[in-house]
């Protein structure tokens, strides 16, 4: 299973218990508990039973998955998903191809050490 359905879940799921959360602070107004109680209860089951079916989820990894509000964002933390590579955009090769990739701004220690290595001398 591709972990994009279970991080779309796990952001419903903080999202509407944010909003049950401020809406039980504020106006306790009945439409938003009715609308957002439903959708973050089917939002945590997803997130639990996704993660359940993972083959390379680890017995902390369902755990974690299993703490209402902050669970799914856990288990997208943990190093064990397939396709977590796929969490890291900052990739230029993924997003620039066919340009040239523009080197990352470094501090002065890295550009004394890069511009040494090239064997310049000042």
Not at 52 to 77: D, E, K, Q
Not at 94 to 116: C, D, I, K
Request: aromatic share 4%.
């Amino acid at each position: 299973m591709h972990p994009r359905p279970l991080r779309i879940a796990a952001h419903v799921e903080l999202t509407s218990l944010a909003v049950m959360l401020a809406n039980l602070a504020t106006a306790h107004l009945k439409p938003i508990s009715s609308l957002m109680g439903p959708t973050h209860g089917c939002a945590y089951l997803f997130v639990v039973i996704a993660t359940w079916r993972l083959t390379s989820a680890t017995t902390a990894t369902r755990a974690v998955a299993v703490i209402p509000g902050i669970g799914g964002l856990l288990v997208l933390r943990r190093p064990n998903l397939p396709g977590a590579d796929d969490q890291h955009p900052e990739d230029p090769s993924r997003h620039q191809q066919g340009r040239r990739s523009v080197p990352a701004p470094m501090n002065s220690v890295a550009f004394a050490r890069r511009t040494r290595w090239k064997g310049s001398h000042r």
